[in-house]
Protein backbone atom coordinates (compact mmCIF):
# COMPACT_ATOMS: atom_id res chain seq x y z
CA UNK A 1 0.00 0.00 0.00
CA UNK A 2 1.05 3.61 -1.26
CA UNK A 3 3.00 5.06 2.12
CA UNK A 4 1.49 8.56 2.25
CA UNK A 5 2.93 11.46 4.27
CA UNK A 6 0.24 14.90 4.86
CA UNK A 7 2.98 17.47 6.41
CA UNK A 8 0.43 19.53 8.28
CA UNK A 9 -2.84 19.14 9.92
CA UNK A 10 -5.62 19.35 7.05
CA UNK A 11 -9.61 19.52 7.32
CA UNK A 12 -11.22 15.93 8.63
CA UNK A 13 -12.72 14.70 5.62
CA UNK A 14 -9.31 14.78 3.71
CA UNK A 15 -7.94 12.88 6.30
CA UNK A 16 -10.57 10.48 6.23
CA UNK A 17 -10.35 9.96 2.76
CA UNK A 18 -6.16 9.42 3.01
CA UNK A 19 -6.71 7.35 5.72
CA UNK A 20 -8.99 4.97 3.23
CA UNK A 21 -6.90 4.67 0.61
CA UNK A 22 -2.96 4.98 1.67
CA UNK A 23 -1.37 3.95 4.30
CA UNK A 24 -1.15 7.47 5.78
CA UNK A 25 0.91 9.38 8.34
CA UNK A 26 -0.29 12.09 9.52
CA UNK A 27 2.27 15.05 10.86
CA UNK A 28 0.98 16.81 13.63
CA UNK A 29 2.30 20.19 13.47
CA UNK A 30 2.34 23.89 12.41
CA UNK A 31 5.31 24.86 11.53
CA UNK A 32 6.73 23.24 7.81
CA UNK A 33 9.41 20.57 7.60
CA UNK A 34 12.91 21.96 7.68
CA UNK A 35 15.16 20.66 4.73
CA UNK A 36 16.89 17.96 6.65
CA UNK A 37 13.25 16.49 7.65
CA UNK A 38 12.27 16.78 4.16
CA UNK A 39 15.32 15.16 3.11
CA UNK A 40 13.90 12.00 5.90
CA UNK A 41 9.98 12.36 4.45
CA UNK A 42 11.56 11.85 0.55
CA UNK A 43 13.45 8.50 1.40
CA UNK A 44 10.49 7.16 3.89
CA UNK A 45 7.08 7.79 1.89
CA UNK A 46 5.96 7.08 -1.61
CA UNK A 47 3.88 10.12 -1.96
CA UNK A 48 4.19 13.61 0.28
CA UNK A 49 1.04 15.94 0.57
CA UNK A 50 3.29 18.88 1.61
CA UNK A 51 2.66 23.14 1.65
CA UNK A 52 3.83 26.14 2.06
CA UNK A 53 6.92 26.19 4.20
CA UNK A 54 8.12 22.90 3.54
CA UNK A 55 11.72 22.83 2.41
CA UNK A 56 11.90 20.60 -0.34
CA UNK A 57 14.92 22.19 -1.51
CA UNK A 58 17.87 20.97 -4.03
CA UNK A 59 19.70 20.12 -0.92
CA UNK A 60 16.40 17.99 0.20
CA UNK A 61 16.59 16.12 -2.65
CA UNK A 62 20.36 15.92 -2.69
CA UNK A 63 20.84 14.75 0.89
CA UNK A 64 18.17 11.82 0.18
CA UNK A 65 20.61 11.09 -2.71
CA UNK A 66 20.25 7.34 -4.23
CA UNK A 67 17.62 6.26 -0.65
CA UNK A 68 14.98 8.36 -2.70
CA UNK A 69 11.72 6.71 -2.40
CA UNK A 70 8.86 9.75 -3.01
CA UNK A 71 8.01 9.95 -6.60
CA UNK A 72 5.36 12.54 -6.34
CA UNK A 73 5.00 15.57 -4.34
CA UNK A 74 1.19 16.93 -4.41
CA UNK A 75 1.38 20.30 -3.27
CA UNK A 76 -1.64 21.37 -0.99
CA UNK A 77 -1.65 25.47 -2.44
CA UNK A 78 -1.62 26.94 -6.44
CA UNK A 79 2.37 28.25 -5.53
CA UNK A 80 4.63 25.80 -5.07
CA UNK A 81 8.12 28.01 -4.49
CA UNK A 82 8.90 25.82 -1.27
CA UNK A 83 9.39 23.10 -3.89
CA UNK A 84 12.94 23.31 -5.86
CA UNK A 85 11.08 22.05 -9.00
CA UNK A 86 14.18 21.44 -11.20
CA UNK A 87 15.98 19.32 -8.83
CA UNK A 88 12.03 17.57 -7.88
CA UNK A 89 12.50 16.84 -12.46
CA UNK A 90 15.74 15.66 -12.19
CA UNK A 91 15.20 13.19 -9.26
CA UNK A 92 11.99 12.02 -10.99
CA UNK A 93 9.57 13.19 -8.47
CA UNK A 94 6.44 14.60 -9.52
CA UNK A 95 4.61 18.12 -8.70
CA UNK A 96 1.19 18.67 -8.74
CA UNK A 97 -0.56 21.90 -7.10
CA UNK A 98 -4.08 22.83 -6.67
CA UNK A 99 -5.56 25.39 -8.98
CA UNK A 100 -8.66 26.49 -9.51
CA UNK A 101 -10.21 25.64 -6.13
CA UNK A 102 -8.10 28.76 -4.61
CA UNK A 103 -9.36 30.88 -7.20
CA UNK A 104 -12.60 32.70 -5.93
CA UNK A 105 -11.39 32.63 -2.12
CA UNK A 106 -8.16 34.29 -2.93
CA UNK A 107 -9.93 37.09 -4.84
CA UNK A 108 -12.15 37.42 -2.20
CA UNK A 109 -9.63 38.16 0.47
CA UNK A 110 -7.98 40.66 -2.34
CA UNK A 111 -11.24 42.95 -2.45
CA UNK A 112 -11.40 42.81 1.57
CA UNK A 113 -8.08 44.12 1.82
CA UNK A 114 -9.26 46.87 -0.97
CA UNK A 115 -12.12 47.82 0.81
CA UNK A 116 -10.38 47.70 4.46
CA UNK A 117 -7.73 49.85 3.24
CA UNK A 118 -9.20 52.30 1.49
CA UNK A 119 -11.80 52.80 4.09
CA UNK A 120 -9.41 52.72 6.58
CA UNK A 121 -11.50 49.95 8.74
CA UNK A 122 -8.16 48.36 10.35
CA UNK A 123 -7.80 51.72 12.33
CA UNK A 124 -11.43 52.25 12.40
CA UNK A 125 -11.43 48.83 14.27
CA UNK A 126 -8.57 48.99 17.05
CA UNK A 127 -10.09 52.74 18.10
CA UNK A 128 -13.32 51.45 18.57
CA UNK A 129 -11.76 48.77 20.91
CA UNK A 130 -8.96 50.69 22.68
CA UNK A 131 -12.46 52.55 23.94
CA UNK A 132 -10.95 55.73 22.52
CA UNK A 133 -13.64 56.29 19.72
CA UNK A 134 -15.36 59.63 20.68
CA UNK A 135 -17.59 59.53 18.30
CA UNK A 136 -18.82 60.49 14.67
CA UNK A 137 -17.43 63.77 12.76
CA UNK A 138 -17.85 64.65 9.26
CA UNK A 139 -14.23 64.85 9.14
CA UNK A 140 -13.20 61.81 11.19
CA UNK A 141 -11.40 59.11 9.41
CA UNK A 142 -11.79 60.19 5.63
CA UNK A 143 -10.34 57.31 3.14
CA UNK A 144 -10.33 56.66 0.07
CA UNK A 145 -13.54 56.14 -2.01
CA UNK A 146 -13.33 52.53 -4.04
CA UNK A 147 -16.05 52.73 -6.29
CA UNK A 148 -15.24 54.00 -9.61
CA UNK A 149 -11.35 53.87 -9.04
CA UNK A 150 -8.84 52.57 -11.40
CA UNK A 151 -7.16 49.06 -10.18
CA UNK A 152 -4.11 47.92 -11.61
CA UNK A 153 -3.74 44.59 -11.84
CA UNK A 154 -0.17 42.60 -11.75
CA UNK A 155 -0.62 38.97 -13.37
CA UNK A 156 -3.93 38.64 -15.16
CA UNK A 157 -3.86 34.54 -14.14
CA UNK A 158 -6.88 33.16 -12.70
CA UNK A 159 -7.08 35.10 -9.62
CA UNK A 160 -5.91 38.26 -11.25
CA UNK A 161 -8.90 37.58 -13.72
CA UNK A 162 -11.40 36.69 -10.72
CA UNK A 163 -10.48 40.32 -9.25
CA UNK A 164 -11.14 41.95 -12.15
CA UNK A 165 -14.25 40.76 -12.41
CA UNK A 166 -14.93 41.66 -8.35
CA UNK A 167 -13.87 45.23 -9.35
CA UNK A 168 -15.24 45.81 -12.68
CA UNK A 169 -19.07 44.45 -11.80
CA UNK A 170 -18.78 45.57 -8.02
CA UNK A 171 -17.32 48.49 -7.76
CA UNK A 172 -17.80 50.06 -11.75
CA UNK A 173 -14.02 49.91 -11.09
CA UNK A 174 -12.19 50.44 -14.38
CA UNK A 175 -8.98 47.87 -14.93
CA UNK A 176 -5.70 48.08 -16.14
CA UNK A 177 -3.57 45.16 -15.64
CA UNK A 178 0.54 44.11 -16.35
CA UNK A 179 0.97 40.86 -17.87
CA UNK A 180 4.14 39.09 -19.29
CA UNK A 181 2.43 37.70 -22.18
CA UNK A 182 -0.59 39.03 -24.24
CA UNK A 183 -4.18 38.18 -22.43
CA UNK A 184 -7.38 37.98 -23.13
CA UNK A 185 -9.85 38.86 -20.67
CA UNK A 186 -13.21 37.95 -19.61
CA UNK A 187 -14.39 41.75 -18.14
CA UNK A 188 -13.57 44.87 -19.89
CA UNK A 189 -9.22 45.64 -19.03
CA UNK A 190 -6.59 47.30 -21.05
CA UNK A 191 -3.08 45.79 -21.07
CA UNK A 192 -0.40 48.44 -20.49
CA UNK A 193 3.05 48.21 -21.72
CA UNK A 194 5.54 48.18 -18.71
CA UNK A 195 4.79 47.42 -14.86
CA UNK A 196 5.81 51.19 -14.43
CA UNK A 197 3.00 52.64 -16.38
CA UNK A 198 0.56 49.80 -14.38
CA UNK A 199 2.03 51.60 -11.24
CA UNK A 200 1.75 55.49 -12.25
CA UNK A 201 -1.66 54.82 -14.06
CA UNK A 202 -3.44 53.20 -11.04
CA UNK A 203 -4.97 53.60 -7.74
CA UNK A 204 -4.83 50.59 -6.68
CA UNK A 205 -2.60 48.12 -6.58
CA UNK A 206 -3.42 44.16 -6.91
CA UNK A 207 -0.18 41.97 -7.23
CA UNK A 208 -1.60 38.26 -8.16
CA UNK A 209 1.45 36.94 -10.09
CA UNK A 210 3.18 33.37 -8.88
CA UNK A 211 6.14 33.33 -6.89
CA UNK A 212 8.97 32.73 -8.63
CA UNK A 213 12.80 33.36 -9.44
CA UNK A 214 11.76 35.91 -11.61
CA UNK A 215 8.56 38.18 -9.72
CA UNK A 216 11.24 38.05 -6.41
CA UNK A 217 10.96 41.76 -5.35
CA UNK A 218 9.48 42.69 -9.16
CA UNK A 219 7.73 45.55 -6.88
CA UNK A 220 10.82 46.94 -5.72
CA UNK A 221 11.67 50.44 -4.52
CA UNK A 222 11.29 52.32 -8.40
CA UNK A 223 8.05 50.61 -8.79
CA UNK A 224 6.55 51.81 -5.30
CA UNK A 225 8.18 55.07 -5.99
CA UNK A 226 5.82 55.23 -9.18
CA UNK A 227 2.79 54.98 -7.42
CA UNK A 228 0.35 57.91 -7.09
CA UNK A 229 0.66 59.86 -3.75
CA UNK A 230 -2.83 58.60 -3.36
CA UNK A 231 -2.09 55.28 -4.14
CA UNK A 232 -2.93 51.64 -2.09
CA UNK A 233 -0.92 48.57 -2.78
CA UNK A 234 -2.37 45.05 -2.13
CA UNK A 235 -0.60 41.96 -2.28
CA UNK A 236 -2.13 38.32 -2.55
CA UNK A 237 0.49 36.82 -3.93
CA UNK A 238 3.27 35.71 -2.34
CA UNK A 239 5.54 37.50 -0.02
CA UNK A 240 8.77 37.75 -1.78
CA UNK A 241 7.15 39.22 -4.55
CA UNK A 242 6.87 42.90 -2.77
CA UNK A 243 10.39 44.84 -1.42
CA UNK A 244 9.03 44.57 2.21
CA UNK A 245 11.60 46.91 3.39
CA UNK A 246 10.58 49.53 0.66
CA UNK A 247 7.12 49.29 0.74
CA UNK A 248 8.08 49.71 4.96
CA UNK A 249 9.58 52.55 3.88
CA UNK A 250 7.14 54.32 1.93
CA UNK A 251 4.25 53.76 4.34
CA UNK A 252 6.65 55.82 7.11
CA UNK A 253 6.89 58.05 5.23
CA UNK A 254 3.43 58.21 3.73
CA UNK A 255 4.56 58.57 0.08
CA UNK A 256 1.60 56.21 -0.78
CA UNK A 257 -1.83 56.26 1.59
CA UNK A 258 -1.87 52.44 2.33
CA UNK A 259 -1.67 49.22 2.09
CA UNK A 260 -3.11 45.73 2.71
CA UNK A 261 -1.17 42.22 2.90
CA UNK A 262 -2.40 38.99 3.36
CA UNK A 263 1.14 37.51 2.59
CA UNK A 264 5.01 37.88 3.63
CA UNK A 265 8.56 38.03 2.63
CA UNK A 266 9.56 35.21 5.74
CA UNK A 267 6.38 34.13 7.12
CA UNK A 268 4.79 33.92 9.74
CA UNK A 269 7.53 36.52 10.91
CA UNK A 270 6.34 40.04 10.08
CA UNK A 271 8.25 42.61 11.04
CA UNK A 272 7.81 44.93 13.89
CA UNK A 273 8.18 48.51 11.94
CA UNK A 274 5.42 46.95 9.58
CA UNK A 275 2.97 46.04 12.36
CA UNK A 276 4.07 49.35 14.69
CA UNK A 277 2.21 50.94 10.86
CA UNK A 278 -1.45 52.07 11.29
CA UNK A 279 -1.61 52.46 7.03
CA UNK A 280 -1.49 48.88 6.12
CA UNK A 281 -4.00 46.03 7.14
CA UNK A 282 -2.24 42.86 8.14
CA UNK A 283 -3.75 39.20 7.19
CA UNK A 284 -2.36 36.00 8.90
CA UNK A 285 -2.48 34.58 5.00
CA UNK A 286 -5.96 34.02 4.96
CA UNK A 287 -6.19 33.60 1.21
CA UNK A 288 -8.34 30.30 1.31
CA UNK A 289 -8.95 29.98 4.46
CA UNK A 290 -12.67 28.68 4.46
CA UNK A 291 -13.48 24.96 5.27
CA UNK A 292 -15.31 24.31 1.66
CA UNK A 293 -12.30 25.52 -0.12
CA UNK A 294 -9.20 23.93 1.97
CA UNK A 295 -11.30 20.69 2.15
CA UNK A 296 -11.23 21.40 -2.12
CA UNK A 297 -7.59 21.42 -2.34
CA UNK A 298 -7.07 18.76 -0.04
CA UNK A 299 -9.29 16.55 -2.24
CA UNK A 300 -7.89 17.55 -5.40
CA UNK A 301 -4.12 17.04 -4.15
CA UNK A 302 -5.27 13.37 -3.07
CA UNK A 303 -6.98 13.10 -6.30
CA UNK A 304 -3.55 13.95 -7.96
CA UNK A 305 -1.83 10.96 -5.57
CA UNK A 306 -4.86 8.64 -6.83
CA UNK A 307 -3.89 9.35 -10.41
CA UNK A 308 -0.20 8.80 -9.80
CA UNK A 309 -0.97 5.57 -7.79
CA UNK A 310 -3.22 4.28 -10.82
CA UNK A 311 -0.68 5.15 -13.36
CA UNK A 312 -2.19 8.26 -15.15
CA UNK A 313 -0.93 11.59 -15.21
CA UNK A 314 -1.70 13.67 -12.24
CA UNK A 315 -4.36 16.01 -13.72
CA UNK A 316 -2.66 18.99 -11.98
CA UNK A 317 0.89 18.21 -12.63
CA UNK A 318 3.41 20.96 -12.79
CA UNK A 319 6.25 19.05 -13.31
Not at 159 to 187: D, E, W
Request: glycine residues 8%; contains cysteine.
Amino acid sequence: MTRLLITRTLPDANHAFAKAHFDTTLRDADTGLTEDEAAEALRQYDAILPTLGDRFSAGAFAAAGADLRCRILANFGVGYNHIDVAAAKAAGVKVSNTPDTVTDATADIGMTLILASCRRAGEGERLVRAGTWDGWAPTQMLGTHVTGKTVGIVGMGRIGQAVAHRCHFGFNMPVLFYNRSPKGTHVPALQVDSLDELMRTSDIIVVTVPASAETRNMIDAAAIAAMKPTGILINIARGDVVDEPALIEALTDRRIVGAGLDVYAAEPFVPEALRQLENVVLLPHLGTAALEVRTAMGQMALNNIMAWVAGDTPPQEVC
